[in-house]
């Protein structure tokens, strides 16, 4: 592999866009070729990022001879079988939550990468948040215990629209992708593997056919446990909030930003290089395969958190 780790992108769309702003903050890494269905699109995309190749078709990509790496922003049914594509085109890849939307697929997905030996990691950003990245070395530290976590993660999305509010091709999913967040981010922070989960949830949308509300409940092995209220039909603040019940205080986590149980405001400017949780994400692709080792939120990680949302979703539809 040369210095510049050359990468390529598949999916032009919002979080793609979020990928690409971070990467540009990372020295000696540069994004070869952009993957879009809508070609008229990804050329806009591929313009403003200074991007060469442009394609819709993976395959394509994966035969750049310069190619190490890939990083996948695509539909949640799509990521599986395009992570497969690419560690057996012998390319590292990242791939963005969900690793897949089913159990059997997510071990098929395990068995390659670890045939392969390259680096698979799954866009967990909850674990590189800087606000969680404070929670998590202060529990490293032997300073707190988590004694329950709070979550909620609320949308309004009674279209099916993208985070930009464009209109979207495929259907999100509350527990594969949105509670995939915070069921590994559970386990993360307590270091325990959740061993009792129950779930409910409410009518399923007429046209998108997914249901629009959901509540979790996790207990871990060490016995913390963790409330999960997601919801499609919320008219109100947008994003997931997290709740850290502690021994020794109450912290509250809103993506990059951290606050205590009183409101006040904490500083974690100085927890990592930077407060954008998508640019120390990649920066943990890269320097896993610069060295050569297994990144946190590698595939093998985050692979509990999988079996956990097939247990539920055999609850689900039972």
């Keep these: ?23 540009k903050n990372i020295p000696d890494v540069e994004v070869i070729a952009l993957i879009g269905r809508d070609m008229a699109k990804t050329q806009t995309v591929a313009d403003k990022y200074g991007i060469g190749f442009v394609t819709d ?6 035969e750049l001879p310069k190619l190490d790496a890939v990083i996948l922003c695509t539909p949640t049914q799509m990521h599986a079988a395009q992570t497969l594509q690419c560690l057996k085109a012998g390319k590292h890849v990242q791939v963005e939550i969900p690793l897949a939307d089913s159990w059997a ?33 202060k529990i490293s530290a032997g300073e707190l215990n988590i004694q329950q976590m709070d979550v909620q993660t609320y949308f309004f999305r009674r279209t099916n629209t993208n985070a930009k509010g464009e209109p979207r091709s495929w259907t ?26 129950n779930a409910i ?12 509300d959901m509540s979790i409940q996790l207990q871990a092995e060490n016995g913390a446990i ?38 006040e405001p904490i500083d974690v400017s100085k927890v990592a290089v930077s407060m954008n949780g998508i640019e120390l994400q990649d920066r ?3 320097a896993a395969i610069r060295e050569g080792r297994q990144p946190n939120s590698s595939v093998e990680s985050v692979i509990n958190c999988y079996k956990v949302l097939g247990e539920l979703e055999k609850q689900l539809e039972g």
């Excluded at 997601?230 to 020794?248: A, E, H, K, Q, V």
Aim: net charge neutral.
């Design 172 to 197: 999100d999913h509350l527990l594969w992708h949105h509670a995939a967040h915070t069921v590994d981010l559970f386990q993360y922070q307590t270091g325990s593997k959740v061993v009792k989960a």
């Design 57 to 62: 078709d993976l395959a394509k990509a994966l």
């Design 105 to 137: 697929d997510a071990e098929e997905v395990l068995r390659v990468q670890k045939e392969t030996g390259l680096v698979a990691m799954v866009g967990h950003t909850r674990r590189f948040n800087p606000s969680h990245q404070w929670v998590h070395n």
């Design 226 to 263: 963790c409330t999960l209220s997601l919801s499609f039909n919320n008219d109100g603040p947008l994003g997931t909030f997290f709740r850290y019940i502690c021994d020794n205080g109450t912290y509250i986590a809103r993506y990059d930003d951290l606050v205590n149980g009183k409101e």
């Design 1 to 23: 592999m040369s210095k510049t780790i050359k990468v390529a992108l598949a999916g032009a769309g919002a979080f793609g866009e979020k990928h690409l702003d971070g990467i």
């Design 284 to 286: 943990e692709f890269f």
């Design 201 to 212: 949830q409410g009518p399923k949308h007429p046209v998108l056919g997914i249901a629009m």
